[in-house]
């Protein structure tokens, strides 16, 4: 029996399940990117700056070889299957139970949050002069959870000349400005005099990427880390709800039904799964942490494909367009601070 079309579209045809020829043609390319993430996470390790941030500057040096016919399969592979593969296994950090426990109140407030920032990136888009297309790709990446829904959403959207760069731009931007978001957020909450428990809840709903919210987080408390953790997981779980509206918006007119991505509904189906506590907890952190590494090896090949005279030469209205919704984020989350 087949699925309807309204629930999920061919995996020929999203792209999750690879040719297995695919990977045995282009080995040189895969050995490439996980070499390059490797290097990056060493980095990362031992000098403390984000391994998304490193994968992306050293692939970028390796940008001569994504032609090549020895490497680019394997790039390919790893830069749209790998990702969305990591992108559903993500619904392992989730749990309902755990987004139930922070209430109504603050489910509101994140919602209304990430549907006003993303909303900002699309206004601000023909300001800056830039496509409609790469503000929802800037609003989406500071409203949700940084690098990981730029990717998630650049999955989504139709292939145009110039998405690859658009989204490593925003993928840099974003990961940078949380990085400082996550040294300068914990100073400014505490001279601003909120408690631990909003200041974790202001952290969880502003920084980008997970990482930085818990590392921003569990410098100041062990319950301000406690409270960002969770308020960060609730704006991770809109990632599929936004990926559908993108793929219902950008679907052909003449579209006949709903072809829903299959890593959305498979990050879907694993919330559900990670919910039920049926699998151990040695068996979730191995899948949370298998996702990091698929991610961290698609970032690295997105860098491989991508040029430096490219991105350098998108300028800095792309640079505002993460910039302002950050501002803008920031402040409407302390302005909805009494409503949770």
């Given at each position: ?6 629930i ?5 045809r ?13 080995h ?19 000098y403390?700056?984000p ?13 001569f ?5 020895r ?17 559903a296994?993500?619904?392992?950090r ?11 109140a ?11 920032t993303?909303?900002s ?11 409609a ?13 940084g ?10 959207m139709?292939?145009?000349e ?9 993928v840099?931007?974003v ?10 957020y914990?100073?400014l ?11 974790g ?8 990427d997970?990482?930085q ?9 062990e ?70 590494w ?28 993460i910039f ?9 989350a ?7």
């Amino acid at each position: 029996m087949h699925a309807p079309n309204w629930i999920v579209s061919a995996p020929a045809r999203v792209g999750l399940v690879a040719p297995a020829i695919q990977i045995r043609d282009g080995h040189k390319g895969v050995v490439l990117v996980i070499t390059v993430a490797l290097c990056a996470s060493f980095l990362s390790e031992h000098y403390g700056a984000p391994v998304m941030l490193f994968a992306l500057l050293i692939g970028m040096a390796f940008h001569f070889l994504a032609d090549d016919p020895r490497c680019c399969p394997g790039v390919e592979f790893c830069s749209k299957t790998l990702l969305r593969a990591g992108v559903a296994l993500l619904g392992f950090r989730l749990s309902l139970a755990d987004v139930a426990a922070q209430g109504w109140a603050s489910a509101g407030v994140i919602i209304g949050l990430v549907a006003l920032t993303i909303a900002s990136g699309v206004l601000l888009a023909p300001l800056m002069r830039r496509s409609a297309q790469m503000g929802v790709l800037a609003g989406g990446a500071v409203a949700i959870c940084g690098a990981s829904a730029a990717l998630a959403i650049s999955a989504v959207m139709p292939k145009r000349e110039g998405l690859d760069g658009d989204t490593l731009f925003t993928v840099v931007a974003v990961t940078t400005m949380s990085t400082i978001a996550m040294v300068a957020y914990p100073m400014l909450f505490s001279a601003l005099g909120y408690s631990d428990a909003e200041a974790g809840f202001l952290i969880g709903a502003t920084i980008h990427d997970v990482a930085q919210v818990v590392g921003a987080g569990y410098t100041i408390s062990e319950e301000a880390g406690g409270v960002a953790t969770l308020t960060k997981l609730m704006r991770v779980l809109l990632l599929p709800a936004i990926c559908v509206i993108l793929t219902l918006t950008y679907r052909a007119p003449d579209a006949k039904g709903v072809r829903l991505p299959l890593f959305v509904v498979l990050f879907m189906v694993f919330v559900v799964i990670n919910s039920t506590g049926v699998l151990p907890d040695t068996l979730v952190a191995l899948l949370v942490e298998t996702s990091r590494w698929m991610l961290v090896i698609a970032i690295a090949a997105l860098g491989v494909k991508t040029s430096l005279g490219v991105m350098a030469g998108l300028g800095a209205r792309h640079i505002l367009l993460i910039f302002i919704p950050t501002l803008f984020l920031l402040g409407a989350a302390m302005l909805a601070m009494p409503l949770v």
